[in-house]
């Protein structure tokens, strides 16, 4: 095609429309910003030409390019351009294809109920001018747009229509994707067998038509059917795949749901980071290029991902995100799961009486939603009807002329049509009234399934609330005791105190008196250090009770590079004793509204481990950084690090761990219990990163309004 242009060089229609092709051809190919060039040159030439056929073919293929890349609202306007230049040009056999692409933008954006329109005006024009190709193509994104509204009796309707007609294609590519299309309607029905054996056949198909769109959908459902199927090796393999081939192609819309089902299926497996990770990679690329059902997808996962961490906290964000999408699109199968997921959520916190009221609106609006797609059903059913009755009438017209030009010889013939006519019409009335009844005494059946639902919830509800009283009592007789504790512990400790500082009063007299000999001194050094250690102890065990015990913190603004950096200053006597250096490395604008005294204690606490852990001659790094909303310290050693079978226990309280340190200083085992406890009262996190033999890294995240 590129020879055939540069072979061309005049400015005239046949150049236009050379380059309206090559533009198919590079979008198609993923060069979307080269198709893009292509296109407005084409639309140049044409304009210039007075030619707004050639300008309305450019506006749609650059429409197209836009929908690859995921830009929905400039494809529509393109769309709609190329429309307006077919209706100029009276072009109207393309205003069916204009309708459909810019139904299937629609669509894309979750405006369910615009695309339908689109396609319905598609369909009044192929009315006039038939075209079963265009025909199959409007009923099967009918058919995609009702499943996306949750109506699968309608979408399975309209796709064997579709494939009725495209099976007597020669090119198999329509068939094969309505093939696609029925398998994600097994899919969405939880018969996963049966999608599985369609996606299959889908991908042969687009592997021998070396079509990498469709093989990268292929892909993308047949991981989502394993996931289904709890084959969840297989299911990434499948999505790993998908993802490389949207990558290829540039479908960044494919690629958000292939991040999206790898986030469902690590998930399932118990791999939660790699879950989040690819969770927040697809939501990333869903408000990148505006698409809400792609979003929402994501979100929900990582809500049901954070309830399953016992995360409650972080479950809310995105749920609310997914309740302000489904409010904004109208598209009630998406709240039907934000009432669904709010009822999860408020268990997982405890709130049994709120997460009752969540699943009441989430059976309320499952009960409509079920209503409304039944009554939609029946609707078609008398749209049939009254399209069968229309052209009954029309026959009937047909008939009545012929007999009054036959009226002598054909009055037996007339009888019998009239007969047949009024059977199948009385048949058409009764089946018509027999599915009207079905679905009512469907509906019937499901308020009573909801109706013992309901009682079974409420003796459930009942059984909560004694066990609620009961934890209540265990909870108030627990309280006493561990205020009986914390006292004892303040008793204990005092009453310790003052005999060590007894006891390392003598010792410096002793020290202080006769010359002693080295023995002498040795002793007197190991009662000190004894000593020492002892109020060290005395003093963490105090700490961690007066911490558990306050409540109020005293904010204050603080620069944390400053306060870093004065900090670090105490610490230069212990670094020359074990010849270590500290290197600091402060973000000019870390300023955070916190408690200073907390925060002191956090960071002497990491930086004296450090100190004790770290072999002559080594380093400890000190790096402040600041974002918008919080602020990020970063302290790593080069010591010995912390073992694999350590890291689940290391803020526990009295831990002692595999490593030792290097100078024969003590450890109480409360270091870090203290410092997460801080942390967490400051409304910040703090995470470990080791490697055994390789240091350790302590990540301390500070809101900067606590």
Known sequence: MQQALQAHSTTD?????????????????????????????????????????GEGNAWVASGHAYLRMGDYDSALAHFHKGHAAFTAAHELGRLADTYLYIGQAYDY????????????????????????????????????????????????????????????????????????????????????????????????????????????????????????????????????????????????????????????????????????????????????????????????????????????RRAVAPLTEVRAAAERSGAMPWMEKVYLYSSRLDSARGDYRSAYQWFKKYSHLNDSLFNERKSQQVAQMQELYASEKKDKEITLLSEAKKMEELKLSSNRTLLII?????????????????????????????????????????????????????????????????????????VVAHDLRSPLNRIAGLAMLVELGQPLDTDGKELVTMMQKVCAEGNGLIRDLLDINQFAQQEALTLAPLHLGQFVGALAAHYAGALEKKQLTMVIHND??????????????????????????????????????????????????????????????????FTRLSARPTGGESSTGLGLSIVKSLVEKLSGSVKLESVWGHGATFIITLPRNT
């Not at 889908?202 to 892909?219: D, F, G, I, N, T």
């Not at 009592?473 to 005791?481: H, P, R, S, W």
Request: with cysteine.
């Open 588 to 653: 000019s604008d870390s300023v955070v509204q916190t408690d200073s005294h907390c925060l002191n204690r956090i960071l002497d606490n990491i930086l004296t481990n450090a100190i004790k852990f770290s072999p002559p001659g080594k380093r400890i790094f000190v790096h402040t950084e600041s974002q918008p909303a919080a602020v990020t310290i970063r302290i790593r050693d080069e010591g010995p690090g912390f073992h694999p079978e350590d890291l689940s226990r290391v803020f526990r309280k």
């Open 418 to 490: 009239s007969i047949i006519f009024f059977v199948l019409l009385t048949g058409l009335i009764l089946y018509w009234g027999y599915i009207k009844s079905r679905y009512a005494r469907e509906v019937s059946e499901q308020h009573e399934r909801i109706s013992e639902a309901y009682e079974e919830l409420k003796v459930l509800m009942d059984r909560v609330e004694e066990q609620n009283k009961m934890l209540a009592t265990k909870n108030e007789a627990l309280e006493e005791l561990h205020r009986e504790k914390d006292g004892l512990i303040s």
């Open 13 to 53: 229609t046949t150049r236009a429309t050379i380059l309206i092709a090559l533009t198919r051809q590079l979008y198609r190919a993923g060069h979307h910003d080269e198709a893009l060039t292509y296109a407005a040159e084409a639309r140049v030439i044409s304009r210039a030409l007075q030619y707004p056929k």
């Open 109 to 312: 954006q979750a405006r369910y109920k615009e695309a339908l329109e689109q396609y319905r005006a598609a369909l009044n024009v192929l009315e006039e001018r038939p075209n079963k190709d265009m025909q199959v193509r409007v009923l099967n994104s009918i058919g995609i747009t009702y499943f996306n509204r949750g109506s699968y009796e309608l979408a399975l309707e309209h796709y064997l229509q579709a494939m009725k007609i495209s099976a007597t294609f020669p090119d198999k590519l329509y068939y094969a994707t309505i093939v696609n299309n029925i398998g994600v309607v097994k899919m969405a029905t939880t018969q996963y067998d049966e999608a599985l054996r369609y996606f299959r056949l889908y991908r042969a198909a687009a592997r021998e038509m070396k079509h990498p769109q469709s093989e990268a959908v292929a892909l993308l459902n047949i991981g989502e059917a394993c996931i289904g199927m709890k084959l969840y090796k297989e299911a990434n393999q499948h999505l790993d795949s998908a993802l490389t081939r949207y990558g290829q192609i540039g479908d960044k819309r494919g690629m958000s749901f292939a991040e999206a089902n790898l986030g469902d299926s690590y998930r399932n497996m118990g791999w939660f980071l790699n879950a989040e990770t690819y969770y927040n990679e697809s939501i990333g690329i869903a408000r990148e290029i505006h698409s809400d059902e792609a979003l929402v997808k994501s979100l929900l996962g990582l809500t049901d991902l954070y309830i399953r961490m016992q995360q409650p």
